[in-house]
């Protein structure tokens, strides 16, 4: 025992027993922070996979969204197509023309009465300027309202009609 003791007294000894004894406590502490590691590591891969599902789920109903849409706008061009064939064929149609020339001279003879003198001019700048009013009143909101409503019709207004008969 007395071995032991003069070893122990030496400061060698207690140099290394302190060195050991440090070294013992690093390396502990590199155990616990290696094993903290490797615990965040996989809770970050973990993290990383549910974000990488969570995209791709967002993914595809983004596609899906965007399928549905591009459909309905590929149909709705498709009735847009079928429908200005629709108009262009209705306007074709025997009798249209006729309708529509019937209002221009109606127009051009409501003007005509209000500019008698100088029939033969009057008359051409009348009808032209009732054409030009009918083909502005063909599209839009103007013959919308002129349907719906029945103003708008180039028929004269009835006081003028029977103050220029007498």
């Known amino acids: 025992m007395d071995v032991v003791l003069d070893i122990i007294k030496q400061p060698f000894v207690w140099g290394?027993?302190?060195?050991?004894?440090?070294?013992?406590?690093?390396?502990?502490?590199?155990?616990?922070?290696?094993?903290?590691?490797?615990?965040?590591?996989?809770r970050l891969q973990d993290e990383g996979r549910d974000l990488q599902s969570h995209l791709n789920t967002q993914l595809k109903l983004n596609a899906k969204g965007t399928d549905e849409i591009q459909k309905e706008v590929d149909d709705l061009k498709a009735r847009n197509e079928t429908l200005r064939i629709n108009l262009a064929a209705?306007?074709?149609?025997?009798g249209r023309a006729e309708v529509r020339q019937l209002h221009v001279i109606e127009a051009a003879v409501s003007a005509m009465r209000e500019q008698a003198p100088g029939f033969a001019p009057a008359w051409e700048q009348a009808l032209r300027k009732a054409?030009?009013?009918?083909e502005a009143g063909e599209g839009g909101l103007r013959r919308l309202v002129r349907k719906v409503t029945g103003i708008g019709?180039?028929?004269?207004?009835?006081?003028?009609?029977?103050?220029?008969e007498v």
Request: no cysteine; hydrophobic share 40%.
């Open 131 to 134: 054409e030009a009013d009918y």
């Open 90 to 94: 209705a306007q074709q149609k025997p």
């Open 16 to 42: 290394l027993a302190l060195g050991l004894l440090v070294a013992a406590f690093i390396w502990k502490s590199s155990l616990s922070a290696r094993r903290n590691l490797k615990r965040e590591i996989a």
């Open 153 to 164: 019709t180039t028929a004269a207004p009835s006081g003028e009609d029977d103050n220029d």
